[in-house]
């Protein structure tokens, strides 16, 4: 909108609301005046300027009056001032001390004056009774209210201070400026006290020593703090920084409680901080810090350590009288006595006591272990384990954890581990395989724990030792040429005992020569010296001695021209080679054997000898002395005969040359092929001169010539063909047969030798004999070193291939069996244990010796058969058990096994009880131990029972063993913990701090040991907001409690005492009362102290006009708001939600009536004392735009021309609104009809105009816009006007042909006898459209050219073409057809059409005739020229033919047929 327009609006909304402008303009002077961000500075300067703006407003008043009239008169008649007065005489007031700049006192009521005359400006001023200049009245004008403020100043020192002054009694004057009018009220102001002072402790440290042993509930401190302050600001609590469960104090006492166990070594020192807390700092939000003391505790040590025993066990003499078997030292860290051993007791592993301790002097803290007399050792052949504890003398005295002490007879001296042999020696043969055992080693004394292992890796892992039975075997056969003397170290797992092994290997024939190729190839010249040397051959072989001695011999079967040196294996000829006539390579088998035994080892290769052709043969020719003749006339380049040399050599082509003869150069001899050939003419030149011709001819390989040939030609006269003679040599037939017989030679050479010497061949592997068992039986007692079976095997080759070895190659882990390697005898090596394995599995393999290598192997299924070798065995040392001393008769107590790893009757326990007693029995098969008379623990507590499991073996004899089982009585637990007294009653205030004892709890239980122990548990912790200290019984809060929230807990408490094997417990129920203190802190507080409603006169009764907040720091129902409307001139009329604070209408509003209403909305809390504030509520009453705008025309009819330029005016609307805030505010817009923007419309003024948008009358003829008039109305209204515009048109189109070219074939016209008399007949039609309407559409048509002889004519309009001409067949007409509009100005198009005249069809055989007797077509009047209707259709088809439309002339000017083919060879249908 532009600043003229917003102008004129401005001043026009100043003329209808006149009434309200001097309201208006100090309603807005006021408001700025009170802005809350202003200081008094800004405040000044703000009047100074709104009072010039207010003067200026009035010269403008006063001008409007003299040009415009005043409605209401022409003067204001003066009026006597009005008194102005406060809403009451006197005012209490109350505000914090220590409050901050520019606070607002609070006031029960609405304090300030109504505006009676809305010309009235009020300011408010203190004139007495702030000598310390601490307050300061401030004006806020709402409505007709001028409210009146109080608030402390800012940028002063002075504070207020409760107790300095508690109150104050201020004077406000109020003056109206313009009337002078004055007013004045009293202000009391209360200066209420705030919790600005905090606790102070006396001592600020406390510091005090406790033994670490002290009574849990003892009383270690006090500490003291006080507070000046008054009422509850003076009431404080005490309590720990930060929670503990060592201690407690009491929240009003200071009494600080221990609640925990002491632990020195743990934690020395205690370092706590105690605060003493203002109650007002939780009920009345005090910012104060509360105080902060802190209280050290010293814990000094106690029994802490129990001791701990160290033993060094002794090996006697068997000479000593009284000899020590351990010396025991004893330590104990405590200090004092608690650091004395009071003893040290055999608890364990002597139940015959024949043991006892010696301390070795007083006070001293070793003891010896020495005998109380005889010891028992043939029982215990391998010592006692003695389990020692130690008491020391604190009190309660300490027990240090058992030791046990393992002490050995004199007499039994193993001494430490080590292998029964320092060095072991082993030797080892080449031929063996692998898993053959080379060496045990052993190490004594034997201990199931420690394992065999190499020191280090022995000859890069050929070896293999078994880690539990110390057997080393090969893992692959071992060869003197890799090391003949192996050497490693074994050891124990421990690393404490080592021995060192050497095995010597023993050197076989076990290799066989090695070619130092795989193969050989050489190659010589032929005809070379008999004996030649060709190559050498070379063989390895690593063995030693005679074994590895190595000679050479040729191993064909053939005889080959060769022989071999034995010892250096050269290989030279021994016949004359001819290369011609003897096979050309040869293949020898190469063989080289050793000298070892028991058989030799042999090894052939295949070398490869190529003879070499020589050049050793000359050419020979087949024929010589050729004789002839030749004709004169013999053409140049004609053959005459073909000379033919044979080389017996492979090497070279033959090639030919003329050595004599040829001088006159007559003749041409082809080098190659050896063709002769005439090369220049006989009949003249130099040849016809010459008749006779003798020429010599010989061939050449390039080294040997052959002897020359001579060929003698006469030439004759005649022309006879040539005709040459030649001697035969016979040289090709010689030739062939020789090489048939090296062809002979070739063949038999390459016979292969399939002879094989049978010791190089490893055809079979070793069979074992059908006769081997799968499995055998062997006692477990059976003697190391007896055979067992004997492993007998087969192999069907010869020498070192049929030579075999055996091996235990599986099964074999506890390296209880061996077999001999050469016969196969299966021996016990180790001795045999059916209870460690009661199964073997060997896996028994032989190997042949030969190359490569065969082996079989068969499973040996060995079963160990049992012996009474094992004595039964306790599952434990010793056995234990506690009987409760009520034990019933005949129960069950325990159950001792014994288990004997033999089996049947060797293997089946019985137990027997050897203790004489009538207390207990035993099962002698199940072993199960009962009680059978009544036990007494006060007459005897413990009983030691020697029991027996002893085996049935019946053929052997029978072995046992003795367990000791001692049977301790003990209490009976049947003493619940009692608590006293049996339930409890406690109230505590809601305000305690956390971590403050409420109670303790008191149980007994009269039980001994830990049967008397009790621990206390919360069953019912109070929803998490209490817990019980399971040791001390306090009870703690550990959550906030809030009355509000729940007012009683019901707390069930479990005591349960430590009894075995049934804890017996026991429960109390206390009653924990809330006692509620008063938390409500904080009133509800308003964000504004007055607010402003806008409501619409028309609203519905119940409609929403605001809504109101208040905000309550406090929580749970302290903090819960109600509204409720108490006071102001709209109650009655509106009516508030009291939960959500919304205001509603509860009446019809006028206005008209009245204008605007007050409301003094109160918000209240729901606590127990319940605190409130309140809200001035200002509702203004708005009129209502209840009329919507109306036009002077419901619908308007306007015509434009298409193409009119832009701006051009359509129409003018015209509409006005009855509401007199909206009739010169109206807005306009074409809402529908104009999506491509062809017309626009003024929002103000309602004119449409066009746009740049050309109009088209061809495309649209018609617009139909909807106006839209909308007034500003809140909500806006609106009415909606028709326009239908209709488009006039303009010529801007020129006739269109449906064609620019028309393409027509016409059967020929015949000239008539009279050619005057001949008429015009139609041709054809053509047609133009025009997209104009009117005269601008009406198209007129003319022939422009083609018609020089005037034979053609054209309707004007219709377009139909006729002629008169007379045409014959191949004759052609073009037509240059004009087409024009009737516009202005006009405009035009042209067509062509062209004509072609043709032979007259054949007439059909078949009558021609519709396909319909009758068509029926349907036409819109609407369509458009050219648009098809219809098909018309005519049999037979294939004929040509031409249609036309007879009889109604009507409707031969209105429609048309399309020839579909006429222009396209006719045919028989047509488009209508």
Known sequence: MRGEEAGLIFVGEMLRNRRKRQSCLKGTRNLGDYLPSFTQMHTKKFLVVDTMGRHLAMLLHLLLLQYFGDTEGSQRTEQTPEIIQFTHFQYNVTVYENSAAKTYVGHPVKMGIYLTDPSWEIRYKIISGDNENLFKAEEYILGDFCFLRIRTKGGNTAILNREVKDHYLLTVKAVEKNTNAEARTKIRVQVLDTNDLRPLFSPTSYSVSLPENTIIRTSIARVSATDADIGTNGEFYYSFKERTDMFAIHPTSGVVVLTGRLDYAETKLYEMEILAVDRGMKLYGSSGISSMARLTVHVEQANEFAPVIT??????????????????????????????????????????????????????????????????????????????????????????????????????????????????????????????????????????????????????????INPNTGLITILEPIRTQQASHLEFDVTTSDRKASTKVLVKVLGANSNPPEFTQTSYRASFDENVPIGTSIMSVSAIDPDEGENGYVTYSIANLNHVPFVINHFTGAVSTSEHLDYELMPRVYTLRIRASDWGLPYRREVEALVTLTLNNLNDNTPLFEKINCEGTIPRDLGVGEQITTVSAIDADELQLVRYQIEAGNELDLFSLNPSSGVLSLKHSLVEGLGAKVSFHSLRITATDGENFATPLYINITVAASRKPVNLHCEETGVAKMLAEKLLQANKLHNRGEVEDVFFDTHSINAHAPQFRSSLPTSIEVKENYPVGSNIILVNATDLDSGFNSKLVYAISGGNDDSCFMIDLETGMLKVLSPLDREATEKYTLNITVYDLGIPQKASWRLLDIRVLDANDNKPEFLQESYFIEVSEDREPYSEIIQVEAVDKDLGPNGEVKYYLLTDTDKFSIDSETGIVKVVGPLDREMQHVHFLKIEARDQAETEPQLFSTVLLKVSLEDVNDNPPKFIPSNYLVKVREDLPEGTVIMWLEAYDPDFGPSSQVRYSLIDSGDGNFDVDKLSGAIRIVQQLDFEKKQVYNLTIRAKDKGKPISLSSTCYVEVEVIDVNENLHPPLFSSFVDKGLVKEDVPVGTSVMTVSAHDEDTGRDGEIRYSIRDGSGVGVFKIDEEKGVIETAEKLDRETVSHYWLTVFATDQGVVPLSSFTEIYIEIEDVNDNAPQTSEPVYYPEVMENSPKDVSVVQIEAFDPDSSSSDKLTYKITSGNPQGFFAIHPKTGLITTTSRKLDREQQDEHILEVTVTDNGNPPKSTIARVIVKILDENDNKPQFLQKFYKIRLPERDKPERERGAKREPIYRVIATDKDEGPNAEISYSIEDGDEHGKFFIEPKTGVVSSKKFSGAREYDILSIKAVDNGRPQKSSTARLHIEWISKPKPSLEPISFEEPYFSFTVMESDPVAHMIGVISVEPIGTPLWFDIIGDNLAREVFYIFQMACDLNCTAEGIC
């Open 311 to 464: 033993a060094v066990t002794v090996s006697p003499s068997e000479l000593e009288k009284d000899p020590t078997y351990a010396i025991v030292t004893v330590e104990d860290h405590d200090q004092g006595s608690n650091g004395e051993i009071a003893s040290l007791s055999i608890v364990a592993g002597d139940p015959l006591q024949q043991f006892r301790t010696v301390r070795s002097f007083p006070g001293s803290k070793e003891y010896k272990i020495k005998t109380v007399g005889h010891v028992d050792w043939e029982s215990h052949p391998f010592g006692y384990n003695l389990t020692l504890q130690a008491k020391d003398k604190g009190n309660p005295p300490q027990f240090s954890s058992v030791k046990v002490i393992h002490v050995t007879s004199p007499r039994f001296k193993e001494g430490p581990v080590r292998f029964e042999k320092d060095i072991y020696r082993a030797e080892i043969s080449e031929f063996a395989p692998p898993h053959t055992p080379v060496v045990m080693v052993k190490a004594i004394p034997y201990y199931s724990h420690l394992k065999y292992v190499f020191k280090n890796t022995p000859g890069k892992g050929r070896f293999h």
